[in-house]
């Protein structure tokens, strides 16, 4: 099995969304960015996906400069093209565009020298919702708390 080295994850995520459904795709990136992502410079916690002229995009993906970089380092804040099969794009915008799902990134990690992203198709959750889960986080702190003490 291969080994994921995980360099971003979206912590938010979980806590904002009902993740529905992942997706693992390629990211499209050039020769100083894939640098600045092995070197874990990257932050996906404000970035989104969409698609647009049959191309799964990723906007707001920050990928710092990289530090050796020189004239041709790239833009920071460029929009990237993700690279997944068609007829999974065409699945995902269909249940965005019916559904009115949102598409969004959970973490960035490298697979044998490449870079891949996770990407989850997500629902919104309400504000009671997300008070539900605080409240099951708790308890199951409590719970751990009370067994580790038995121990």
């Known amino acids: 099995m291969e080994e994921?080295?995980?360099v971003a994850r979206n912590?938010?995520?979980?806590h904002e969304y009902f993740i529905l459904d992942t997706l693992e795709c390629g990211i499209s990136l050039t020769g100083t960015e894939i640098k600045s992502v092995r070197q874990s410079k990257v932050s996906?916690?404000?970035a989104y996906c969409q698609v647009r002229e049959n191309q799964l995009i990723i906007f707001n993906?920050?990928?710092a400069k990289y530090d050796q970089g020189n004239i041709f380092n790239h833009k920071e804040d460029r929009d990237r093209v993700l690279l997944a099969?068609?007829?999974e794009i065409k699945r995902w915008a269909s249940k965005v565009a019916i559904d009115g799902l949102t598409i969004i990134p959970l973490s960035v990690y490298i697979?044998?020298?490449k870079a891949k992203i996770e990407i989850g198709l997500c629902k919104g959750k309400k504000q009671y919702d997300k008070r539900e889960d605080l409240?099951?986080?708790d308890v199951q702190k409590e719970i751990a708390k009370v067994d580790k003490s038995r121990w």
């Not at 912590?11 to 979980?14: D, I």
């Open 11 to 14: 912590k938010k995520a979980n």
């Open 4 to 6: 994921r080295n995980i």
């Open 61 to 63: 993906m920050h990928v």
């Open 135 to 137: 409240k099951k986080k």
């Open 85 to 87: 099969h068609r007829m």
């Open 111 to 113: 697979v044998l020298g």
């Open 44 to 46: 996906i916690q404000d």
